[in-house]
């Protein structure tokens, strides 16, 4: 377990305060990422399909962009994972019928059976990541992270 310090420099100064904030989001993502890969990993699958299928098999069909912001991913990478999930028959892309020039990706129901066996094992992951939490603290931790997320952004 690896100990985090808070510095009497960190008390006092929001500048500091911010930049280790920030510090440990990043690092948690790593943990909870590296976890999830090695989940994955033993059954022989990518945790870069992880984020995308199961995504779409939540939220349902997304335009390129809204899932490109959606699981945090660059829109070129996620073209070309698209299109390797496609070859596995596992996602779609059609036409948006509210906007023809618009596409929409979709999980099939391949790629919703993929998610379906593989999310067991990679919420206990998940799980095992956020052990050091109770139930009550992780719900107050999602509470921020969704208001962090919806506070405006400097253009």
Not at 27 to 52: N, Q
Not at 87 to 101: A, Q
């Amino acid at each position: 377990m690896v100990e985090v310090k808070d510095s009497p420099q960190v008390q006092t100064s929001s500048v500091l305060l911010a930049e280790e904030i920030s510090r440990l989001i990043l690092r948690t993502r790593k943990r909870l990422w590296h976890m999830m890969a090695a989940t994955l990993e033993e059954r022989g699958e990518s945790s870069f399909d992880w984020p995308v299928l199961c995504y779409l098999a939540r939220n349902g069909p997304s335009s390129q962009r809204d899932l490109a912001y959606g699981v945090a991913q660059h829109p070129a990478g996620l073209s070309r994972l698209i299109e390797e999930l496609e070859g596995r028959k596992l996602v779609r892309r059609r036409v948006d019928k509210n906007d023809r020039r618009r596409q929409l990706v979709e999980a099939t129901a391949k790629g919703k059976a993929w998610v379906d066996d593989l999310t067991p094992h990679v919420f206990a992951a998940f799980d095992q990541a956020l052990g050091g939490l109770e139930d009550d603290e992780r719900h107050v931790l999602r509470s921020l992270l969704i208001k962090l997320l919806a506070a405006p952004t400097p253009e």
